[in-house]
Each structure stands twice: as structure tokens, then as C-alpha cells.
């Protein structure tokens, strides 16, 4: 079954930084784009994040460069983003995820996503 489950999201303050992890499970996350996504109270889900399957290209969104990183562990089957030097306006769910049209999921598969609240 395939499932992706975040963790490492929590409460920081302005400035503060998180490793949040997306553990995957019923599919190797290297042979496939991983994205991070986030989605603030009463707001779109928006990409923060992906990384490429071969190569591991990065890209990222404006707002997020230079102060977030996404990475992967193979061994691990696990895919990262380290965001730091937060703000209030990054409070959201953050959501780990991928195309899933190949694993049965046409529009995506998500996980549950983690909570980080940036507040003093």
C-alpha cells in the first residue's frame, strides 16, 4: 500500500528552523519526482519544493531559495526538506507528494501532511 507520512513539523519561533521527513512506503521514492507542498489556513496549496528522480535536481519556489533544502535518502526510502529562518507567513500544513498517476493515483498521492506554526 502506498503511503507517505510527515513528521517534524511543530511550533518555532520567527527565525527558528525544521527537518521535516516524508517516509515513504509501497514505492521507491528515487524513481520518482518528490514534492513538498504547503497549505496555509483559508489559502491554495502551493509547491514549495521537488526533487528530480535520477539526478536529484532541485528546484524550488521564490519565496523558499536559500533558506529551504530538499533532499532525499534512498536508503532510507525518505525525503526531507529542511526549511529555515522561518516566518509567521510560512505557518501552513506542509505536505509531501508525488504524481502517483503510475501507483493508481491520477491526481497525486499526499500524505498527511505536518503542521508547522512559525509564532513568538
Known amino acids: 500500500q502506498v503511503q507517505l507520512v510527515e513528521s517534524g513539523g511543530g511550533l518555532v519561533q520567527p527565525g527558528g528552523s525544521l527537518r521535516l521527513s516524508c517516509a515513504a512506503s509501497g514505492f521507491t521514492v528515487s524513481r520518482y519526482v518528490m514534492t513538498w507542498y504547503r497549505q496555509a489556513p483559508g489559502k491554495e496549496r502551493e509547491l514549495v519544493a521537488t526533487?528530480?528522480?535520477?539526478?536529484?535536481?532541485?528546484n524550488y519556489a521564490d519565496s523558499v531559495k536559500g533558506r529551504f533544502t530538499i533532499s532525499r535518502d534512498n536508503a532510507k526510502n525518505t525525503v526531507y526538506l529542511q526549511v529555515n529562518s522561518l516566518n509567521p507567513g510560512e505557518t501552513a500544513v506542509y505536505y509531501c507528494?508525488?504524481?502517483?498517476?503510475?501507483?493508481?493515483?491520477?491526481?497525486?498521492?499526499w500524505g498527511q501532511g505536518t503542521q508547522v506554526t512559525v509564532s513568538s
Open positions: 507528494s508525488t504524481r502517483g498517476s503510475s501507483l493508481g493515483y491520477p491526481n497525486g498521492y
Open positions: 526533487i528530480t528522480s535520477r539526478l536529484g535536481t532541485t
